[in-house]
């Protein structure tokens, strides 16, 4: 029966590359497939103060679904009932994306995950253990030998009681390559088709972080039998970009979270990621996102999980497409693109917001006043435009109704 799923899986791996490379017809370029891995209900939820109910959590994970992630991992079965009835009624409503659950390297998370996912379209366990001096020594109180060893035991069990292993090493930004390399080959060798590198700490640099998946690609024997997963937490700053990174340099799969929700300071953006490669046509790698739903999906989360996201926040904050600069907003009245990369269209925003402030010039004011049916001479606006200074200079911004009311008085 192993050798069976195991000769299934393999060939599912191979469909699935074969699958993984979109033509592009336009400019004769193969562009490589990336799983989006959302761990929004698993290490999102994480966060201090925050607690979702099994009908949320459903309610997301079908949103999650619409938006086209391939992977939804949806909790830690073994953690609380909670989860475990949440991983349960996930993997009853989900037809389409694979449903993940959480595991140690212990034999009863591996049950536990097994039981939660078994009614699952396509499940997967992801188990796996520390491998940095840190969690070895300090955590684990272990050695390199019992950790591989330990590894394997899970893996094997993990792929006795479900189709689809990925395997964690915990800590892997901090982790020897070539101590990580003979881990990774040992999984692989025990059953896991999916291989996740996390930079835990939020501790390395792109480059950094970049060179490990480098070497992993290139010093795993077996490496072709596996797809690498970025997993990077934004401590410093880096997950978005060590994700790239990882993604560049071979990784195939990005496990990240709607609004970069996780965790400390949080994980990799899942809309940041996917606005890069949409973006960025060079680097030659795409996803199956629905990206004009991302705002939408944005504002579910951020009130379900009570996380309020920042207004500067990339992609999806409130500012993201707001303008108060007279130079800015003269520009992006003219052409959108002379200060906008993504038009908010593109990822569910109404529009460009022209926000007047003390800071906005005439242009700004001439277009908002245009949107409220009044078309002003020269004059005119010279005039108002005196007026709205000073008023602006009281204000933090101009609503309607006040733009209105001074426009009314000329």
Do not use: W
């Not at 009835?85 to 389409?96: G, P, R, Y």
């Not at 994980?267 to 973006?279: W, Y």
């Amino acid at each position: 029966m192993n050798y069976l799923i195991l000769i299934l899986s393999t060939s599912k791996i191979y469909l699935n590359r074969i699958a993984q490379h979109n033509i592009n017809k336009k400019n004769d370029i193969v562009k490589e497939y990336i799983q989006i891995f959302d761990t929004t209900l698993r290490d999102g939820e994480q966060v201090p103060g925050c607690k979702l109910a099994t009908p949320q959590k459903v309610e997301i994970a079908k949103e999650l679904e619409q938006l086209g992630v391939d992977v939804i991992e949806a909790g830690f079965p073994i953690s609380s009932p909670g989860d475990f009835d949440a991983v349960t009624q996930i993997s009853k409503t989900i037809k389409d994306a694979t449903i993940c659950a959480l595991s140690r390297a212990v034999d009863s998370d591996i049950e536990s995950a097994a039981e939660a996912l078994k009614f699952a379209n396509n499940g997967r366990i992801h188990t796996g253990i520390g491998t940095s001096e840190f969690h070895i020594f300090h955590k684990l109180n272990s050695n390199p030998e019992d950790i591989i060893s330990r590894g394997e035991k899970a893996v094997k069990k993990a792929r006795n009681v479900c189709s689809e292993v990925e395997f964690y090493a915990e800590d892997a930004g901090r982790t020897d390559n070539e101590f990580l390399a003979r881990v990774i080959e040992k999984m692989i060798s025990a059953g896991a088709t999916i291989i996740n590198i996390p930079d835990t700490t939020g501790y390395c640099l792109p480059h950094q972080y970049s060179e490990k998946i480098a070497y992993l690609m290139n010093n795993v024997p077996n490496i072709d039998k596996a797809i690498l997963s970025t997993h990077c937490h934004n401590d410093l700053g880096l997950a978005t970009a060590n994700s790239i990174a990882g993604v560049q340099a071979g990784a195939r799969q990005v496990e990240c979270t709607i609004n970069g929700v996780g965790e400390r300071a949080g994980n990799t953006s899942l809309e940041e990621v996917v606005m890069i490669l949409k973006q960025h046509d060079n680097i030659n790698l795409h996803t199956q996102v629905k990206t004009e739903r991302l705002t939408h999906l944005s504002r579910i989360v951020e009130s379900e999980m009570n996380m309020p996201v920042q207004r500067n926040k990339a992609i999806v904050g409130e500012n993201a497409f707001a303008h108060s600069s007279g130079i800015h907003q003269d520009g992006v009245i003219k052409n959108r693109e002379t200060y906008e990369i993504i038009n908010p269209i593109d990822v569910g925003a109404d529009s460009s917001k022209i926000i007047l402030t003390a800071r906005s010039g005439r242009a700004a004011l001439k277009y908002r006043a245009q949107l409220l049916k009044f078309n002003l001479s020269k004059d005119q606006l010279n005039y108002a435009y005196e007026k709205f200074l000073k008023l602006a200079d009281r204000q933090i911004h101009i609503n309607d109704n006040q733009l209105l009311e001074l426009l009314n008085k000329i």
